[in-house]
């Protein structure tokens, strides 16, 4: 068995290739692009925003993106319990969309950031975290300037309570520390899920720790956690390296 995933293409995407890589050539899924202007999801199982600088990121990042005539059918996709991800840019139109609660500013110290990030499992009961282990640390790379996660007192509760929180920036051991947060995110949230559980968003990059070609591989975590609640076959999902090349 093996699920559909559709990689949406905006202006100015520029990880929409190493999104489609992950999962058509290291995950043997079925993966179409997905042009900005569609009017169809084309019956994918699976929407991923990708990160990159939608429209130049100008207004602001997101901002523009979330007018795409495709948006349209990702919220009502996600409205019927389509599962979709947002990866950095991506996390960014899904709040300027209003799927996930919260905003993303510019980064405290005002700088671009772009390094690897150790990041502590806040759960492991959803689609996007039951192969990983609670409390385990992942080291996954991040690449923005606008990723200071900012929510109000009243939402920063109810996400704590939902057990919305899915990945908080950490120190090697799991401590959380001022020090290991890299953009002044509130509560040091690196990613999060919405109420339903099927949208999530995130601002590093998985689906650049998951080749092992490239070194690090973490970022599978999240994939084969999905995968796995799509009852895809844990024999079919990988490629052996000679078989994707």
């Known amino acids: 068995m093996k699920s559909k995933f559709?990689?949406?293409?905006?202006?100015?995407?520029?990880?929409?290739?190493?999104?489609?890589?992950?999962?058509?050539?290291?995950y043997n899924q079925e993966t179409v692009f997905l042009w900005h202007k569609n009017s169809s999801l084309e019956d994918v199982d699976v929407v991923i925003l990708p990160g990159g600088f939608s429209y130049g990121d100008y207004l602001r990042c997101g901002a523009i993106a979330r007018?795409?005539?495709?948006?349209?059918?990702?919220?009502?996709?996600?409205?019927?319990?389509?599962?979709?991800?947002?990866?950095?840019?991506?996390?960014?139109?899904?709040?300027?969309a209003g799927l996930l609660p919260g905003a993303l500013l510019r980064n405290?110290?005002?700088?671009?950031?772009?390094?690897?990030?150790?990041?502590?499992?806040?759960?492991?009961?959803?689609?996007?975290?039951?192969?990983?282990?609670?409390?385990?640390v992942l080291s996954i790379p991040i690449a923005h300037g606008e990723g200071n996660y900012y929510v109000d007192d009243a939402i920063l509760q109810e996400l704590v309570a939902n057990r919305q929180i899915l990945f908080r920036y950490c120190e090697p051991d799991g401590t959380l520390t001022q020090q290991a947060n890299p953009n002044g995110s509130r509560?040091?949230?690196?990613?999060?899920?919405?109420?339903?559980?099927?949208?999530?968003?995130?601002?590093?990059h998985p689906e650049r720790a998951a080749d092992p070609?490239?070194?690090?591989?973490?970022?599978?975590?999240?994939?084969?956690?999905?995968?796995?609640?799509?009852?895809?076959?844990?024999?079919?999902?990988?490629?052996e390296f000679a078989e994707r090349i």
């Open 6 to 26: 559709g990689v949406v293409v905006f202006p100015g995407s520029n990880c929409d290739h190493d999104a489609y890589h992950t999962l058509k050539h290291i």
């Open 67 to 96: 007018f795409s005539p495709i948006m349209k059918e990702v919220v009502r996709f996600a409205e019927r319990g389509g599962t979709v991800i947002g990866i950095c840019n991506g996390f960014q139109i899904l709040c300027e």
């Open 108 to 136: 405290e110290q005002l700088t671009f950031a772009c390094k690897f990030v150790n990041l502590r499992v806040e759960t492991t009961e959803t689609m996007f975290t039951n192969q990983c282990k609670a409390g385990e």
């Open 187 to 204: 509560s040091n949230i690196a990613g999060i899920v919405n109420k339903l559980g099927n949208v999530m968003g995130m601002m590093p």
């Open 213 to 239: 070609a490239l070194g690090p591989t973490d970022g599978q975590k999240i994939f084969a956690s999905l995968l796995a609640h799509l009852g895809v076959n844990e024999a079919t999902q990988q490629l």
